[in-house]
């Protein structure tokens, strides 16, 4: 039996932490936050009966590991898979957009534009040489094939959003893989995500595994007598034969100084962006139409000249019922920006009423009462940027340090970040780390 650590209480560690503890061998998980989750966890005002997600969430119907998973812990049952309805912003007016339907009604493009758009967009969902296409850039090749009208009005605004300046470096792979894998039903679990991974925890723990919240780690040693050290922030130093870390790659990087060569140089050059959500509490409905997802156009990575200053507005009680919040209607205002933009550096509440400010945009009938209350939530490693030729740059789950693994978001790839290649990559590492005992 050998003693594992599992750095993280995310998805990607909480399964490992199933399947390792599920073969007998001794498990500890370190989290530094204060709920198992990481990224998907939700919290909870005292009058309602759900958590929240701190940042949206829900599944697609081709989450095949997620969806597997939740059927090994015997909770199928309590996943809900609605089709929400989402839609684009256009000078005003809210449109739908989630289906080749849908497209092909777009108003705001020519017909043969649309008629292009829908031939690509099946010419995507087929094709599966995404290493053909991560050679080319999503910009150059939306822009030569879905035409400059689509691209300009939909694809452009939606790369600007997600990664800003760098829009024009993301390559073709990744926005293949969205369209590739994702369906218009979208799942959530009852009670919230966070009820999932309480799920999850509680199995990993039911099977030996130990749990540690508000504990962090701050230092990664390989030791002369084999075993590797983790120092605990404000704590002790303590040895295992293996350990598997969920972190971002800069902080692996700065934990574990001993990783060098090709794999630190590798960690050292992966990118990606942070996220800021502004979560609202509201007595009424904002969008009446009934849209869930509404992407905001952003057609300059300099935020000052967009109509929005975020790029996502989602009404998640226009996908779940307010009566799961005690009644409230709940609006996430999302946007994707790197550490060192003023996002990360304002006062949260500064933050908020700038965001808020647009309420009035979406319902003309708004009042500020209807604010109830609001929250502000920031991470800073939320979205992988993958350049051309990516699949070079992706390092392997297992380290050059004996021992040590490293699974995260930044390793699924040519899928976008998700819960369900969090599961696939956690059990993935677990099953290397099982094989080299
Ligand atoms: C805005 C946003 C929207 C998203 N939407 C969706 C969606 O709709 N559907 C979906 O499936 N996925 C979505 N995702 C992605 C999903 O949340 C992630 O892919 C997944 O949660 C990653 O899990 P993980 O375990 O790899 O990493 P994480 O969730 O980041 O877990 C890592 C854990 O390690 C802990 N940790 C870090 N450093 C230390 C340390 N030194 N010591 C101890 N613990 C440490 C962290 O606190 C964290 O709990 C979204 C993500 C974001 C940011």
Redesign the pocket.
Known sequence: MADIAI????????SAAYDLAGSGHNVTV????DK??????GFKDPDWDWTLEK?????FAS?KD?LALAEELKVSHRILFPRPKTSIWDNGNIYQLDSAKSALLLPTVPITARFRFGAVMAFLRVTRQWRRLEKYTAHEWLEKYMGKTVYNKIWKPLLIGKFGKFYEEVNMAWFWARVYSRTPRLGTFRGGFQAFMDVLANAATKRGATIYLH????GIRKEENGKISLQI?DGDKVEYDMVLS???PH?LRK?APQINGEYAEKLENLRHTG?V?VIVALKEQMLEDGTYWLNLPANSPDKSENEFPYVAFVEHTNYMEPKHYGGNHLVYM?D?VPTDHEYFQIDVDELAERFMATLPKFNPKFKKDWIIKHWVVR?P???PLPTLNHSANIPDIKTPVDGLYW???SQ?YPWD??????VE??RRAAKLMLESQ
């Open positions: 750095i993280g209480a995310g998805v990607a560690g909480l370190y989290e530094v936050g198992v989750g990481g990224l998907a966890a940042f949206y969430h829900h599944w989450d997620l504990t962090g780690i701050g922030i969920t972190t971002s902080l934990l996220a959500v999302g994707y991470a490693y939320a979205q699974a995260s978001m699924v970040r998700g819960t369900n290649y969090a990559i956690g």
